[in-house]
């Protein structure tokens, strides 16, 4: 019945098993309690759905004739799934002047922050989830992230080190040593891109001999790209790792701290033919983000994309 599908999705909740919360917590949508409970399971699935969120966090808002602190952390989920940063910051400060000590939205504060740019803002959100949840591997790691950025290689090493998740815990500390791989080949010490790059693919390694059913970090899939870059950023020549690391930017190309170390990168060392190719498509990626509306400029990046792949085959 109804009362029991409640508890049943309740203590799921409590497992963090947020697809059997929400598929229990589906069978009692008529009890408004339920529907609300079912929202922040929403937010935990694997692939929320940012519409849905949406569509429900507003539906309870009209129901209760307000906002709540829940609503509104669902909608910043949304905003954050949609990559409307400035948005989600609006709505998960509204959710933390509701219930400021929620853990949630303080993480998901930071990551807004992270994904705005503003690293600074980013760590201290990071500190207070950290604070509230001092065991949660998505918070350490935002903040492990955040102090990499930030060049707080010693704090972001402390952070990871605390995430309990082994798979988790070693891919942070592999992100780490890439970090301080590309500082240190900006600073032209070669020796020490490849010494950090190297700590950087057994850090890899090891997170890909965790099995998938031992951990919850949600960028496993990406350990085998992460672990070929580490190699290539080893290797012994200078442009291969210049190569590598232009095209691990364009992932994230308007990243303050990464496009410093890019300048390193391209005042220490010889740009060949593929690196220049490289560089105009990431700058052609900048261009399209500043303009998204101008059909000729992302149609001139996928030219280029084109051509730099078909090289590649």
């Known amino acids: 019945g109804t009362t029991d599908a409640f508890v049943a999705g309740f203590h799921a909740m409590r497992a963090h098993d947020f697809e059997g919360a929400h598929e229990l917590l589906c069978r009692c949508v008529d009890f408004v309690p339920a529907r609300d409970l079912r929202l922040l399971a ?9 519409e849905a969120l949406l569509a429900e966090a507003g539906w309870l808002e009209g129901h209760y004739g307000r906002p709540t602190a829940r609503t509104r952390h669902a909608m910043a989920v949304a905003m ?9 910051i609006g709505y998960c400060e509204d959710s933390l002047r509701l219930r400021p000590d929620r853990h949630g939205p303080w993480n998901n504060l930071g990551l807004a922050h992270l994904r705005s740019g503003d690293p600074e803002a980013a760590k201290r959100c990071y500190e207070r989830a950290v604070e509230l949840r001092p065991w949660f591997a998505n918070s350490l790691g935002g903040l492990a992230q955040t102090r990499r950025l930030l060049g707080d290689f ?15 815990r070693e ?14 080949a900006a600073g032209g010490d070669d020796a020490g891109r490849r010494a950090h790059a190297g700590v950087a693919a057994v850090r890899f390694r090891a997170a890909m001999a965790v099995p998938a059913e031992a951990t919850r970090n949600p960028r496993q899939r990406s350990l085998p790209a992460a672990l070929a870059y580490a190699e290539v950023l080893a290797g012994p020549e200078p442009a291969a790792a210049t190569l590598g690391f232009l095209r691990q ?3 994230d190309p308007l990243n303050a701290r990464q496009v410093a170390n890019l300048a390193g990168l391209l005042r220490n060392h010889a740009v060949d033919d593929r690196c220049r190719a490289e560089l105009c498509l990431l700058l052609l990626e900048i261009a399209a983000g500043l303009a998204p509306g101008d059909a000729q400029l992302r149609a001139g990046r996928d030219a280029l994309r084109a051509e730099v792949e078909a090289k590649d085959r």
């Not at 704090?155 to 082994?166: F, K, L, S, T």
């Open 42 to 50: 929403a937010c935990g699935r694997r692939k929320p759905e940012p």
């Open 80 to 88: 954050l799934l949609l990559r409307r940063y400035d948005a989600a």
């Open 154 to 168: 010693a704090g972001a090493e402390a952070a990871a080190r605390r995430i309990e998740d082994e798979c988790w």
């Open 171 to 184: 891919h942070e500390l592999g992100n780490l040593a890439v970090g301080m791989a590309i500082a240190a």
């Open 249 to 251: 930017l364009q992932a």
